[in-house]
Structure formats: C-alpha cells, structure tokens
C-alpha cells in the first residue's frame, strides 16, 4: 500500500505545493532535521514536475528558543496549528524517555485524521506511538531502541532489522541516515523513480535503498582495499543489469574467489550479491514502467530477468505491488497532478 496525494486535495483543484511540516523540540539532534530540509525544502525548478514540496518549521510554540545538541540555537515559525494544513508531517529523532505534552499529541492525532501522511526519523517514532498512530501497526527506527519501544508500545510490532516502514499513510524509519533512504522513498512514491534518482544524484547518495535492507552491518577492520573492489564490481553490475551476471562474473572483476567474494560482500552490505542484484534490477524497471509503454513481459527483459514470471515474483516481494499496479498508480498520480 502506498500513500495517494489525491486523497487529500480534489483534482480539479491541485495545490502549487505539498506542505511538508517537520515538528522540532527543544534539544533536538540537527543532522535529522537537515535531511528534512536538503530533500523537501530546496526548490528543485530543474526537475519536470508539476508541483513541489512546500517546507515549514514548527514547534509547539512557534518563536520560543530552542536548543539542539551541539549549541546551535533556532527558532520555529510556525507553531503546532500549522500540522492542521500539512500533506506531510515529519518527526525526527524524539527523545525515548520524553512524554510530548497533550497539545503535541492532538495536533499530530488531528494531523493524522485530516488526511496528511506521518513520516518518523529515527526515535521519532516514540512520539507517533505516544499519539496511538502507529497501533497495530509493524514500524521501525534505530536498533538502539527497538527493545524499548516494543517494551512500552505494546500494540504495535517492530521490525528492527530493516531502514524504513512503509504502511502507506504512516512512514517509519531506521537510524538517522535511514531518514535519508525514508524521505527519497516518499519522494519516489510522489513523483517517480526518475525523480527520486535526480535528487538521490544531488545529494550523492545510491539512488534506492530498499526498505527491507539490513540496518546494522558488521564491517572487519582494514577492509578499504576490499570495499573499492567490490563497489568497481557493483558499479559494473549496475552498467550492465540487462546481461546475464553470475556471482563469479563479480567475483572476477573484484579479483576474489566466489566464495571470498560472496562473504565480503554480505559484510559490507548486510545481503548478498545475488538477492542485491535482484533488488538492482527491480529499482531499474520502475523507471521504465514510469516513462515507457513497454509491455510488463519487456520491461523484465530490459533489466535482467529472463522470465516473466520471475519478474513479477521479485518485484511484488519488494515494492508489495504488481509491476501493472505500479504503473497505474504512478499515471494516476501523474493525472491528479
């Protein structure tokens, strides 16, 4: 399931902008809220879009001083009213042991039930489970404090193993650079694979992380030399998903033995060559099925899948749709804009 902007506005009537609300608090971490503003607050005219996101600061009182880690000392424009007007609302990291006052919980309640999608960095989840939004629900945030928020939410499941959650109205995500893989993947879910890309491109990031990838990753001492070899082995794959390539075809271009091969790459990456090149060929195809009217059967072909079937089989374990849904869906959001 994902998230319909459509749902909130009339097509008949489109905003010029999705108004984006990140929710601030006094001895906040700033790295969480600068991904916010890198991915949703810097106006984009290159991209060919129709609209773009529109961002606001907000604290429950908008104006009053507040601290963050670090001494960096700032103040909110808009106060907890803005939330009621939001597409968006994001929470990044919230103190675990923190109980958010009544109006910060309502806000983000009434927020919620108005129809604008709830998006939580880290332990910003431990405030949507103080609102009851998340009840029901499997979510994720930092390894850290996956124990812990299991232990005091206990209608809720969590998944810690994985970056980001998403149930389509609520997002939530791993460890603060998790926040970067969740925000492009609300990005990618609003405008596209291709968009996604070009932004991914502007901050210097891999285009597209899965949700479901490993969170923590053992990484031994020492392994550069081993790491650089193995991203020319990616990097050669990703030039070449549309040909058939085996786990010694990589092994090869990074001078190991399958079997070295396979055990270092599992360390740096959390998975394997095998179920990573899949998760690649099925992130090539969404542009495709976005931007082309190639047949779902060709569109598997393009990217490396030799049989349909198989196609649809990958893509509907990591998107949780078919590749036909996808493509409907993205052209309805593309008319509704």
Do not use: K
């Amino acid at each position: 399931m994902s998230f319909r902007r459509q749902a909130l506005h009339p097509v008949s009537d489109p905003p010029a902008a999705h108004r984006v609300s990140v929710l601030v608090h006094d001895g906040m971490a700033p790295f969480e809220l600068g991904i916010v503003t890198e991915v949703f607050g810097l106006a984009r005219p290159e991209l060919d879009v129709a609209w773009w996101y529109e961002l606001s600061v907000v604290a429950e009182r908008a104006g009053t001083p507040l601290g963050s880690i670090g001494g960096l000392r700032l103040s909110a424009e808009h106060g907890l009213e803005r939330l009621a007007s939001s597409d968006t609302v994001i929470v990044p990291a919230w103190p675990p042991d923190r109980e958010a006052s009544p109006a910060v919980l309502a806000a983000v309640r009434a927020a919620h039930a108005g129809g604008a999608r709830l998006v939580s960095i880290c332990s910003g989840a431990f405030l949507l489970a103080q609102a009851g939004v998340l009840d029901g629900r499997t979510v994720a945030t930092h390894w850290r404090y996956a124990d812990a928020l299991a232990q005091r939410f206990r209608r809720l499941r969590v998944n810690s193993d994985v970056l980001y959650v998403d149930c389509g109205d609520v997002v939530t995500s791993a460890g603060s650079a998790a926040g970067i893989d969740a925000c492009l993947h609300v990005v990618r879910n609003d405008h596209g694979s291709a968009v996604a890309n070009v932004v991914a491109r502007r901050l210097v990031i891999a285009p597209h992380r899965d949700g479901g990838q490993a969170q923590f990753i053992e990484r031994p001492v020492g392994a550069a030399d081993a790491d650089d070899l193995l991203r020319e082995a990616m990097e050669w794959a990703l030039a070449h998903l549309g040909e058939p390539i085996r786990v010694e075809d990589l092994a090869r271009r990074a001078f190991m033995s399958p079997r070295t091969f396979t055990r270092r790459f599992a360390q740096a990456t959390g998975t394997s060559p095998l179920r990573w090149l899949i998760e690649q060929r099925v992130a090539a195809s969404l542009a495709l099925l976005e931007s082309t009217t190639h047949p779902v059967d060709h569109v598997g072909t393009l990217v490396g899948f030799t049989h349909t079937a198989t196609y649809r089989h990958h893509f509907a374990r990591i998107m949780r749709t078919s590749p036909s849904a996808y493509r409907r869906a993205f052209r309805e959001r593309r008319r509704s804009a």
